[in-house]
C-alpha cells in the first residue's frame, strides 16, 4: 500500500501508511485512563498555622497537579507526530530514470570490393546509383526500426577489419557508414575471413559482458552483403559458418547483383545458402534497390525487436531526520527547562535571603 503525497516540486511516498491509525493514542489515553495519583505520608502538626506564617506561606487544601507550560504541550505533540510519520517511514521520490535492456547484437557485414561501384541500382527518384549507394540508403532506413538492438559494422575487401564496435548510438553507426568507399579494404573479396572476423567480435562482446557482471544471454545476429564470390579467404564461408553455428551466431546473406554474372564478380548462390541454412540464418538475393530493401524487411520480420524498457524512480528515506529533530527538540525543551528551574530557585533563595536579613534588622 502506497500513500503519495505531493508537495511543491518534490513527492513522498509513505511506505507503512498503517502507522497513521495510532495517531489518535495520545487523546484516547488522556481521556479515558484515570490520571496517575501519588500517595505521600502526612505529619498532623498542632501548630500548622504558626508554621505556614513563620515561613510566609499560604496553605492550601487539597493535592496539588502539576500543569505543564504551553510550549511543553506543542513540543509534546508536535514530537509525538513526528514519531508517527518517522513510523511510516516517509521515503524522498528522485527524478524518473529510465533503465533500457538491449536484446540483440546485430553484426553488419558490407562488402567493399570494386564491383561494389556498379551503377545497376537506382535510387527513389530514379538516378542510377552504385550497389554501395543504395546499401547505404537502404541501411540506413533499417537501423531506424532496430531500437534496442546493438549496432556493429565490418568492411571487406583484400581484408576485414572492423569499422563500428557494437554500439547503441545509431547516429554514431550511422555516421561512420557513411564514409564508408569502395575499394578502401581492397579489390577483392574475402567473404570467409569477414564472416570470421564477426564471430570473434561476437564472442569478444560475450566476454566484455561476463566480466562486467551482466547476467543473460544476447542474441547474436550477422547480417552479410555481398555482391561476388569469395576469393583468397584463409577460412572458408562455409567452415565459418559451421564455427558460427557452433557459437549461436545466425548469420542471414543478403547477394547483391545477378546471380548469372560469371569472373570475379560472380555469385556463389550454392555457398550463400549453404552459409546461411549452417549458421540458421536465411539468404536472400537482390537484383534492384526494391527487391534490397525486402530482404532486409524479412531480416526484421525474422527477427523482431527485443527491447525493454523500464522507468523506475530512485527512493531515499527521510525518517531517520524526523528522529533527529525530536531528539534536538526534547534537548531544547529538557535545556529551557532546567534553565527555568535554575532562575526560580535562585528566586526563590534571593527572596528568603532577603527575608531572613530583613527579619535580623527588625531585631
Do not use: C
Not at 509513505?14 to 493514542?25: E, G, K, N, Q
Not at 579489390?187 to 561476463?210: C, N, W, Y
Not at 557459437?247 to 549453404?274: C, F, H, W
Amino acid at each position: 500500500m502506497n500513500v503519495w503525497l505531493s508537495l511543491a516540486s518534490l513527492q513522498f511516498e509513505f511506505a507503512h501508511p498503517w502507522w497513521f491509525v495510532i495517531l489518535p493514542l495520545p487523546l484516547v489515553v488522556y481521556f479515558l485512563v484515570p490520571a496517575y495519583r501519588t500517595r505521600q505520608l502526612a505529619t498532623k502538626v498542632p501548630f500548622f498555622r504558626q508554621l505556614s506564617e513563620a515561613l510566609d506561606a499560604k496553605p492550601t487544601r487539597g493535592a496539588s497537579q502539576l500543569s505543564p507550560r504551553w510550549w511543553q504541550r506543542a513540543t509534546l505533540v508536535l514530537s509525538w507526530i513526528l514519531v508517527v510519520v518517522a513510523l511510516a517511514k516517509p521515503m524522498v521520490l528522485g527524478e524518473p530514470q529510465t533503465r533500457e535492456r538491449m536484446g540483440r547484437d546485430l553484426m553488419v557485414v558490407v562488402d567493399l570490393s570494386g564491383s561494389m561501384a556498379e551503377q545497376d541500382f537506382s535510387s527513389d527518384n530514379g538516378a542510377q546509383i552504385s550497389r554501395l549507394e543504395a546499401a547505404k540508403q537502404v541501411l540506413s532506413d533499417f537501423s531506424k526500426t532496430r531500437k534496442g538492438d546493438r549496432l556493429g559494422l565490418i568492411l571487406f575487401g583484400d581484408a576485414a577489419f572492423v569499422q563500428t564496435p557494437f554500439t547503441a548510438d545509431q547516429a554514431v553507426w550511422l555516421a561512420l557508414l557513411q564514409q564508408t568507399d569502395v575499394a578502401m579494404a581492397g579489390q577483392s573479396t574475402h567473404l570467409g575471413d569477414a564472416m570470421g572476423l564477426a564471430i570473434k567480435v561476437f564472442e569478444q562482446s560475450a566476454q566484455s559482458r561476463l566480466a562486467a557482471g551482466e547476467s543473460g544471454s544476447r542474441e547474436q545476429v550477422a547480417i552479410v552483403l555481398t555482391d561476388g564470390n569469395d576469393t583468397g579467404s584463409f577460412v572458408e564461408p562455409v567452415e565459418a559458418a559451421k564455427v558460427a553455428a557452433a557459437k549461436s551466431v545466425r548469420i542471414y546473406m543478403i547477394a547483391m547483383g545477378d546471380p548469372r554474372t560469371v569472373g570475379e564478380s560472380a555469385l556463389d548462390m550454392d555457398t550463400i545458402n549453404q552459409v546461411a541454412r549452417l549458421s540458421g540464418g536465411k539468404a536472400f538475393s537482390a537484383l534492384n534497390r526494391d527487391e534490397l530493401e525486402q530482404a532486409y524487411a524479412q531480416v526484421g520480420k525474422l527477427e523482431p525487436q527485443l527491447y525493454e524498457s523500464m522507468t523506475y524512480r530512485p527512493k531515499q528515506s527521510v525518517h531517520h531526520y524526523l528522529i533527529a529533530l525530536v531528539i534536538v527538540m526534547y534537548l531544547v525543551a529538557f535545556g529551557i527547562a532546567s534553565f527555568q528551574r535554575y532562575v526560580g530557585k535562585q528566586a526563590r533563595e534571593n527572596k528568603q535571603r532577603a527575608k531572613q536579613q530583613g527579619a535580623r534588622h527588625v531585631r
